[in-house]
């Protein structure tokens, strides 16, 4: 069986871009993630059973506050961070939109999803 944990709608401002105005000012992103495990024989009574959806998100938050040029360097550093953390993991999913992309009359959100799975 496996348990994925899910961490839904995370909203952060930040100033990531490849537009010098864009890493001038604020930019509002939308996070999803899922992290899956395999289950262990477990009575799930405490934390020490699970992947701590409080630890992700601490992951999600840390790396989303780097200002980087591409949205997919956040997704692959996040992923790499939660692999090491959690060597478990055996599958990850990531999406990240930019909720106020420049593009000339858009209206809408703008992202990348990176979906990674791991060998046992």
């Given at each position: ?79 790499l961070k939660i692999k090491n953390q959690y ?34």
């Amino acid at each position: 069986f496996m348990l994925t944990i899910e961490l839904q709608n995370l909203i952060f401002h930040a100033q990531h871009g490849i537009y010098e105005e864009e890493r001038k000012v604020m930019n509002t992103f939308e996070v999803n993630l899922s992290v899956s495990y395999p289950e262990k024989e477990s009575a799930f009574e405490s934390t020490e059973d699970i992947i701590s959806y409080v630890n992700l998100f601490a992951i999600v938050k840390q790396k989303i506050q780097n200002p980087v040029f591409l949205l997919e360097k956040i997704c692959q550093d996040i992923i790499l961070k939660i692999k090491n953390q959690y060597p478990v993991v055996s599958e990850i999913r990531i999406s990240i939109y930019k909720l106020q992309a420049p593009i000339e009359n858009f209206i809408g959100k703008a992202g990348v999803t990176m979906h990674r799975m791991f060998k046992e």
